[in-house]
């Protein structure tokens, strides 16, 4: 199952309409080469807790599932970039003062982008609360950046938050709710990213998919199979 690809796809999709050209193509190469991580992993939650199995591996992924991945993906991918602004202060050079303006605009729509398609789903509540969260930390980074609290603790939230609706996404996605052995699997392979996500395939994400069973019996490994690159 091309699961990255498709998520990968959809995603690109929301963004066909921006303009100008320049940041089109800014949005496009951002997400050209972004980890699918999120969008996978909202595939697969959705695989996990639907006992129908809408998305089987020999089946055509369901439009309003990829939706919702796609939707978790832009989100992160905005939220990715504003950290990244944040950190590296693009504004202090003049040279790149228009480089940084085209920044700040692709994150604003891919964020919005991502809402959009979460909007009037059982997941829009986690990614507003995970928008303010990502503000919150992004604040309280700034303010402690002489004190005791490492910055680095607090960029490690956006990827812990994002895989979160993520599960919680793809769960909506078929109309249940995340289990707690989905939700500590996401746990995990936040706090093994870090404030990066793996490569992901464009094409098969993991060889078998996720299920309540397997995720009980070896959390380790699932989360392992969703990062294979």
């Known amino acids: 199952m091309e699961q990255a690809d498709s998520c990968r796809r959809a995603a690109l999709e ?6 100008p050209p320049a940041l089109h193509e800014f949005i496009e190469s951002t997400l050209e080469s972004a980890s699918m991580l999120p969008g996978a992993l909202t595939l697969e939650s ?3 807790v639907d006992s129908s199995d809408p998305i089987g591996r020999d089946d055509a992924l369901d439009d309003g599932i990829v939706t919702h991945a796609a939707g978790v993906q832009l989100i992160y991918e905005g939220l ?7 950190r590296e202060e693009p504004w202090s050079d ?10 700040v605009l692709a994150a604003d729509i891919l964020v919005a982008r991502g809402f959009y398609l979460l909007a009037r789903t059982d997941a829009a509540d986690k990614a507003v609360r995970t928008v303010q969260a990502f503000g919150r930390d992004q604040t ?7 004190g005791s609290d490492p910055a680095v603790t607090r960029d490690t939230n956006l990827e812990r938050d994002v895989l979160e609706l993520a599960v919680r996404a793809g769960a909506a996605a078929v109309d249940e709710g995340p289990s ?8 995990e392979i936040a706090a093994a990213a870090g404030t990066s996500f793996p490569a992901v395939e464009r094409s098969a994400i993991a060889a078998d998919p996720l299920s309540e069973r397997s995720l009980e019996e070896s959390p380790t490994d699932r989360a392992t199979s969703v990062t294979d690159s």
């Open 46 to 48: 959705a695989r996990a």
């Open 140 to 146: 309280h980074r700034l303010e402690s950046r002489e």
């Open 94 to 103: 003049a040279e790149t003062d228009a480089d940084g303006d085209l920044e």
């Open 14 to 19: 929301a963004v066909t309409d921006v303009e």
């Open 180 to 187: 707690p052995s989905l939700l500590e699997t996401a746990d």
């Open 80 to 86: 990715r970039l504003t950290r990244s602004l944040a």
